[in-house]
């Protein structure tokens, strides 16, 4: 009644709207799936949230049922695909969460819808793998689960999601064929192993020295774990129903993998159900079975009589209350395992729901009371109050969602503005810069044309001063025949009394201008600046001589003028020639003069120019001077920062080192290292690499104090050194589990002295001070004291009594010739599966590369035949009376020489066809199959050498020993041919389009391409070098073990 009421008051008339909506009987259909989207999208959002809680189980039943009730989950992923997942580590859980709870048991439409988003969660668990804690790490582990799920249901359909199938629809689903039980066992062991990773990864993630499962972060990542409960229980089961079916089919070696990898799954699983049972959050919610103490003997038929199916129970009270009014949304049969089936409490609300509730068993039917029956208003009433509390929790949701993403975009709208901001102050800088590079430019290029032009006008009054000084040559001629002239008419002439008067106002007028041309020339001197200048002033200088011995013959010409009386009418005449002879020279002085004066304002406009840009050129000297000391001190700001940067990184190096060493040192203490376990060996090879990369590191250490740009090579070596002491650490830990109790107790204690020493290294190296200091001696002598200790533990072998040696000759060759007989069989065995398998160009190839191995095979057997005849050929001739055993012990070096060789001959051939092998089924590479075929070339020339160090010439078995070999060289070289061959038909080759690129992006790739040519070259020379460095030392080590070059007893 009271839920009546509160529905009225929300709902203040509703009735007409509701009319409204009843009249509209088209759009009902429409209407309830808007109902039932919006019902779904509410649901999902309160499942799926970022609150660290556990999944509330009635949304994710809302989910489940909305599932069949759409028969798929396309509301489902519409919902979900709004959803920020890859921001939000505990978002993603929980999706997976739910989403695991739909493929199990949602509609058998789901993992078919869900397939179309496997890409997106593909991408998904790879970009949390990148965490290496927290959720996020989780979520990869959890997504590939997923998709492995989803995989395996779309391979098998007959497994229902929740995988509870009977004995006879398990065999259905192989077909009662053994090579789909093969690989559906393969499958399974696959779907096992991602459950057995999301168990290992949430306990790990859990401290569990504390109660975590009554917390709500701890609960929140246990919960999806009820479902790996429920999927590994089945999977179990199943697999080991499949493995007792195909033991009786299948030989036990062909199945020896499989048991080996369902013994190591069945001790972790037994393991995890232990501590998952042990956690009082699963006690109230589910009951784990436990495991037997012993896994299955597959071996033998009848265990499987003994085999007892886990089967987990799922309390009652489990179920949620809140879910029983969900019930009725349900239009099919809905199959859970979760939550047990209630008969009378669920179909009698569904039905009521459906036709209606008697009037005698529902006390608030008030209609019945009164005889009438429930109208049509009361369920528009109750039908719209749903809507709008639905509504209510979309809009709050919304809301939340919107705010979320507003407060995500301001976020992201302030980085980016800050990022224009920087950008733009980028670019205006640039733009100064640009603008005042161009200005220099310009000024320079001003300057220069400047320059040229004074050069041409340089070049122009040097021209004009050499014509005047030929213009003044001449004249000077002309005057020196004019005086001769002169002279010789006052010699004739007498009568010169007339010209005296003539002479003498010549002579004034001479000596007026000297006088205007000494004046002239003075002030000319005192202008003129240059060198071509100073030689006209000089050839002035000379006219005024001239000038000056003129009128000395002036003078002695005025002595002669009594002697010349008698020829003063024709020195009248002739004197008038001269005048006007006088009057062209001295307008040619005048112009001369004028052309002089244009010359010194042509130089000092010169020169007024030249010290202009004498002084523009010191400006920019000045400029481009502070320009270069702003650029040194950006650079040493640059430099001091780049120092900074380097010391900065050397830090994160070093402290990432002793995280790698911490970790390490805590694994020490975790009970999952408990059953790890390692050989003295290993141990002894880890500790030797540690020792050659303390010599790294201080060579690394010393050139990085010598010279800081050597940072990189220091914090290799750092790193390097911190995986390889971590390493360690953790072999030693695990070797001392192998050891009795006082040499165990010993290894750890100096496993843990070394991890103390490297922690204590790293820390010195960390401070700037002590890191030219820091000791490395007493780390090294942590690990000499590993090694030392790992030496001891190393197994002794045992050595060969001399009279065994002619029994282990036998053994040796025997076994050879066993272990080619095998490779053949072997071979044999996979040209027939590829023969089946295969098709086209692949088989093609295959049946050529086998081919090629099994010539080899035929090969190497014949060859050994030979070895074994030359052999007996040997002992025989040489024993005399002694036994065959003696004629061993007697040639002791060359017995072992031929064990070593018929050793690696057996050796090599195994080798092989595990390559060709792994070739065939597309796993291997050509490049080993072929370094084996000439692995197992030199093995044979080995026996070869080895057989006929003592064998006679003449002897035929040596010929039939020698054609054997070429034989074995030929089908090596067959090997190699068909190899490449099939490799070149096999390989896709790349086609190399560069029609989208630029011509920047092309240079580019070029630049790229020319330094991946230089450091492949560079890595191919070191590996050359290398490989000659380890051939050379195989050969002193052969050499040594076989006795080469020492002369062999009882020969000669």
Same mark, same amino acid.
């Given at each position: ?30 209407? @309830?799936? @808007? ?60 999706? &997976? ?8 048991? #949602? ?86 192993? &991602? ?19 009554? *917390? ?10 009820? +479902?790996?409960? $429920? ?24 199945? +020896? ?41 597959? !071996? ?168 005047? @000084? ?59 600046? *240059? ?25 002695? !010409? ?5 002697? %010349? ?9 002739? !004197? ?99 059953? &790890? ?36 090579? $220091?914090?290799?070596?750092? *790193? ?17 589990? /192998? ?7 010993? $290894? ?64 040796? /060759? ?148 020698? $054609?054997?070999?070429? #034989?074995? *060289? ?27 690129? %630029? ?9 790229? %391409? ?38 062999? @007893?009882?020969?000669?």
């Amino acid at each position: 009644m009271d839920r009546v009421k509160s529905s009225m008051q929300q709902v203040p008339n509703p009735i007409p709207k509701a009319l409204i909506r009843r009249t509209g009987g088209a759009n009902s259909l429409e209407l @309830e799936k @808007e109902n039932f989207e919006r019902g779904q999208a509410v649901s999902i959002n309160k499942a799926i949230n970022t609150q660290e809680v556990v999944v509330k189980e009635k949304h994710a039943r809302t989910c489940i049922l909305g599932t069949h009730h759409e028969k798929g989950a396309h509301t489902f992923w519409a919902a979900v695909n709004r959803l920020p997942l890859s921001s939000n580590a505990v978002l993603c859980w929980k999706f &997976c969460h739910v989403f695991h709870k739909l493929l199990r048991d #949602g509609h058998p439409n789901v993992i078919k819808d869900s397939m179309r988003n496997k890409a997106d969660l593909s991408d998904m668990s790879r970009m949390w793998g990148h965490l290496s804690e927290g959720y996020g790490k989780l979520c990869s582990i959890y997504l590939k689960l997923l998709i492995t799920k989803m995989e395996f249901h779309v391979k098998n359909p007959r497994f229902p999601g929740n995988l509870q199938m009977s004995n006879r629809q398990l065999d259905e689903a192989g077909e009662n064929d053994v090579n789909n039980f093969f690989q559906l066992t393969v499958e399974m062991f696959d779907y096992l192993e &991602c459950e057995l990773n999301l168990f290992l990864g949430v306990f790990s993630s859990l401290d569990m020295s504390r109660s975590v499962s009554v *917390t709500a972060a701890g609960q929140c990542r246990l919960a999806p774990l009820i +479902q790996v409960i $429920l999927d590994s229980s089945h999977l179990y089961d199943y697999t080991v129903k499949l493995l007792f079916k195909l033991h009786s089919c299948l030989p036990a070696d062909t199945l +020896q993998g499989h048991r080996d990898r369902f013994q190591e799954q069945f001790k972790k699983l037994k393991s995890l159900f232990y501590r998952s049972s042990n956690l009082q959050y699963f006690k109230r919610l589910i009951q784990i079975p436990q495991l037997p103490e012993n896994p299955p003997n597959f !071996l033998r038929a009848s265990a499987l009589s003994e085999h007892i199916s886990p089967v987990v129970v799922i309390p009652a009270e489990s179920s949620s209350p809140e879910t029983e009014h969900m019930v009725d949304l349900v239009t099919e049969d809905l199959v859970d395992t979760d939550i047990p089936v209630q008969p009378a409490a669920v179909v009698e609300p569904r039905f009521d729901d459906l036709f209606g509730t008697s009037a005698a068993t529902d006390p608030f039917n008030f209609n019945s009371q009164n005889g009438m029956r429930k109208d049509d208003k009361d369920r528009l009433i109750e039908q719209l109050t749903r809507d709008i509390q639905a509504l209510r929790e979309e809009l709050e949701s919304f809301r939340l969602e919107s705010g979320r993403l507003c407060q995500a975009l301001r976020g992201r709208v302030n980085e980016l503005e800050a990022e224009l901001a920087e950008q733009s102050h980028l670019r205006m800088q640039a733009l100064g810069e640009s603008e005042f590079l161009r200005a220099e430019l310009d000024d320079l290029r001003r300057v220069k044309e400047d320059t040229a032009k004074e050069q041409r006008s340089l070049t122009e009054i040097e021209r004009k001063a050499v014509a005047n @000084e030929q213009r003044y040559t001449k004249l000077k001629e002309k005057y020196t025949e004019l005086v001769q002239s002169h002279a010789d008419l006052l010699r004739k002439n007498a009568e010169v009394i007339r010209q005296m008067t003539v002479a003498r106002a010549a002579q004034d007028e001479v000596d007026s201008v000297r006088r205007e041309m000494q004046e002239k020339v003075k002030a000319a001197a005192e202008r003129r600046m *240059t060198s071509n200048e100073q030689e006209q002033v000089e050839q002035l200088q000379q006219l005024q001589r001239e000038l000056i011995s003129s009128r000395v013959e002036l003078d002695s !010409l005025k002595s002669t003028m009594a002697s %010349s009386q008698q020829s003063s009418e024709e020195l009248s005449s002739q !004197l008038s020639t001269v005048e006007s002879d006088k009057v062209e020279l001295a307008e040619s002085l005048s112009k001369k003069e004028e052309e002089l004066a244009g010359l010194g304002e042509e130089l000092e406009r010169v020169q007024s120019s030249l010290a202009s840009e004498r002084e523009s050129g010191v400006k920019t000297a000045e400029a481009l001077q502070n320009q270069l000391n702003e650029k040194e001190s950006r650079e040493q700001a640059l430099e001091s920062q780049l120092v900074a940067a380097r010391w900065s990184t050397l830090q994160g190096a070093v402290e990432e080192a002793e995280r790698i060493v911490q970790d390490s040192l805590a694994q020490l203490d975790d009970p999952a290292h408990i059953s &790890c376990t390692s050989s003295a060996d290993y141990l002894a090879s880890r500790c030797q690499a540690s020792l050659d990369c303390m010599d790294r590191l201080h060579s690394a250490r010393d050139s990085y104090l010598a010279d800081n740009t050597g940072v990189s090579e $220091l914090v290799r070596a750092v *790193t390097h050194l911190a995986h390889l002491v971590g390493d360690t650490i953790v072999q030693g830990s695990a070797t001392s589990h /192998m050891v009795p109790v006082e040499q165990a107790d010993a $290894l750890s204690d100096s496993v843990k002295a070394c991890g103390a020493e490297a922690l204590a290294l790293l820390g010195q190296m960390k401070a700037q001070e002590s890191l030219a200091t820091a000791d490395i001696a007493t780390l090294r002598a942590a690990l000499d004291g590993i090694l030392a200790t790992a030496e001891k533990l190393r197994p002794q072998g045992l050595e060969l009594q001399q009279g065994e040696l002619g029994d282990l000759v036998e053994q040796e /060759m025997a076994a050879t010739s066993a272990a080619v007989e095998s490779a053949a069989a072997r071979i044999e065995d996979m040209l027939n599966k590829s023969r089946a398998v295969d098709t086209g160009i692949k088989m093609e190839v295959n049946e050529r590369i086998l081919a090629s191995c099994t010539d080899l095979m035929q090969a190497i057997k014949v060859l050994v035949l030979s070895s074994k005849d030359l052999q007996r050929d040997i002992v025989e001739s040489g024993r005399g009376a002694a036994s065959m055993k003696d004629f061993y012990v007697k040639n002791s070096r060359w017995t072992e020489g031929l064990i070593s060789a018929s050793k690696a001959v057996g050796w090599g051939a195994t080798v092989m066809v595990d390559a060709a092998d792994l070739v065939v089924q597309g796993k291997g590479k050509y490049e080993e199959l072929m370094v084996c075929s000439h692995e197992i070339a030199a093995s044979t020339a080995q026996l070869v050498a080895a057989s006929k160090v003592k064998a006679d010439k003449d002897n035929a078995n040596l010929g039939r020993l020698k $054609l054997a070999s070429k #034989g074995v *060289t030929q089908a090596t070289a067959g090997v190699v041919a068909s190899t490449k061959s099939g490799k070149s038909q096999i390989q896709e080759k790349d086609t190399m389009d560069f029609s989208s690129m %630029s011509l920047t992006q092309i240079k580019r790739q070029e630049m790229d %391409s020319q330094v991946s040519v230089l450091e492949l070259e560079t890595k191919l020379q070191k590996e050359r070098e290398r490989l000659g460095e380890l051939r050379k030392k195989h050969y002193e080590l052969a050499g040594v073990a076989e006795g080469w070059g020492e002369e062999d @007893e009882g020969t000669g």
